[in-house]
């Protein structure tokens, strides 16, 4: 019987995404940046535009933090993401539902998908990933695609995970190899930045002021 392996732990998780050449502490900056960015958005924008301003912000987020010498910008099947040719990895963002960063239960993405989602998953089902037993790469995609699922709701807690899917049905992933938990409620690392930490006041400093 399949079973998705999860990694939870902080230093677990770290530990694997490094052999991704990625930092774990980046991939909460990219997710507390696209989702700052979606709190902007108020009843005033379009229905749906949240979800779209938090999958483009951290696609963003994705290039601005890895993109150099090893990542670069992809944006095959019209999907924005970054791609790192030399580990034959694509990382792509996506809204998950509340489900993401919880290891208990499985999630799936916020609206449908379409082809092109389904074709990367079909890629990923004959993939490698670091832990999984190397395959032999069949189709004309060799890339593996990881999915950096958000889940970034009003008065909601912040949560994402770095998945690898390998099941696509009805338009939404139904089935992941493995997942790594980024944020969620349990979360001891990527606390929220301090004012001091952004160049902002260290200390309250009394002025007197005097009436001309």
């Given at each position: 019987?399949?079973?998705?392996?999860?990694?939870?732990?902080?230093?677990?998780?770290?530990?694997?995404?490094?052999?991704?050449?990625?930092?774990?502490?980046?991939?909460?900056?990219?997710?507390?940046?696209?989702?700052?960015?979606?709190?902007?958005?108020?009843?005033?924008?379009?229905?749906?535009?949240?979800?779209?301003?938090?999958?483009?912000?951290?696609?963003?987020?994705?290039?601005?933090?890895?993109c150099g010498d090893e990542?670069?910008?992809?944006?095959?099947g019209n999907q924005p993401?970054?791609?790192?040719?030399?580990?034959?990895?694509?990382?792509?963002?996506?809204?998950?539902?509340?489900?993401?960063?919880?290891?208990?239960?499985?999630?799936?993405?916020?609206?449908?998908?379409?082809?092109?989602?389904?074709?990367?998953?079909?890629?990923?089902?004959?993939?490698?990933?670091?832990?999984?037993?190397?395959?032999?790469?069949?189709?004309?995609?060799?890339?593996?695609?990881?999915?950096?699922?958000?889940?970034?709701?009003?008065?909601?807690?912040?949560?994402?995970?770095?998945?690898?899917?390998?099941?696509?049905?009805?338009?939404?992933?139904?089935?992941?190899?493995?997942?790594?938990?980024?944020?969620?409620?349990?979360?001891?690392?990527?606390?929220?930045?301090?004012?001091?930490?952004?160049?902002?006041?260290?200390?309250?400093?009394?002025?007197?002021?005097?009436?001309?």
């Amino acid at each position: 019987m399949f079973e998705e392996l999860v990694i939870a732990d902080p230093e677990e998780v770290s530990s694997e995404i490094s052999q991704l050449k990625l930092d774990l502490e980046k991939l909460i900056e990219v997710v507390r940046y696209a989702d700052s960015e979606g709190a902007l958005c108020t009843r005033n924008d379009p229905k749906g535009h949240r979800l779209i301003t938090v999958n483009a912000k951290a696609a963003r987020g994705l290039r601005e933090q890895f993109c150099g010498d090893e990542w670069v910008h992809d944006e095959s099947g019209n999907q924005p993401g970054i791609l790192n040719e030399s580990l034959g990895l694509r990382i792509i963002p996506c809204n998950f539902d509340e489900n993401a960063g919880n290891p208990l239960l499985t999630p799936t993405n916020w609206t449908e998908k379409g082809t092109a989602s389904g074709r990367k998953v079909r890629c990923n089902g004959t993939g490698w990933l670091p832990g999984l037993e190397s395959p032999v790469i069949e189709g004309e995609d060799e890339i593996v695609t990881l999915v950096l699922g958000i889940y970034s709701q009003d008065g909601e807690q912040l949560s994402a995970e770095l998945s690898y899917p390998i099941e696509f049905s009805g338009k939404k992933y139904t089935k992941f190899s493995k997942r790594m938990m980024i944020l969620n409620s349990d979360s001891d690392i990527g606390s929220p930045i301090d004012d001091s930490d952004m160049g902002g006041p260290t200390e309250i400093v009394e002025i007197d002021v005097k009436r001309k």
